[in-house]
Nanobody, 131 residues
Framework: QVQLVESGGGLVQAGGSLRLSCAAS????????IGWFRQAPGKEREGVSC????????RYSDSVKGRFTISRDYAKNTVYLQMNSLKSEDTGVYYC????????????????????????WGQGTQVTVSS
């Protein structure tokens, strides 16, 4: 059974850091693009960062570039999102998702992440940044 489980969310003050984890089971995530999305109350789910299959490339939204870092641990079948210099506008539920290689996360182009192309989703972890 394919499963993605996020963890690491919580309450942090502005300027602080959190590291989110996305543990995959039931499939080998190496050959999938993994994306992190977030959804703030009353807003649409937006792409934050993604990493291509076999760590071929990484993309970040403009709002998090320079503050967030996405990485993979192949041995643990886990993808991480290190979030530094957090701001109140980073508050939301963070989801990880997996897309088949060649989809979902694009190395070039205006649209780095195509949400409908992600096949598997986790249930999300809440991140709250207090100002």
């Amino acid at each position: 059974q394919v499963q993605l489980v996020e963890s690491g969310g919580g309450l942090v003050q502005a300027g602080g850091s959190l590291r989110l984890s996305c543990a995959a089971s039931g499939f080998t995530s190496d050959y999938y693009a993994i994306g992190w999305f977030r959804q703030a109350p009353g807003k649409e789910r937006e792409g934050v960062s993604c990493i291509g299959s076999l760590e071929s490339y990484r993309r970040y939204s403009d709002s998090v570039k320079g503050r967030f870092t996405i990485s993979r641990d192949y041995a643990k079948n886990t993808v991480y999102l290190q979030m530094n210099s957090l701001k109140s506008e980073d508050t939301g539920v963070y989801y990880c998702a997996a897309a088949q290689a060649g989809y979902g996360c694009y190395e070039a182009g205006a649209r780095a992440m195509i949400r409908p192309e992600y096949d598997y989703w986790g249930q999300g972890t809440q991140v709250t940044v207090s100002s």
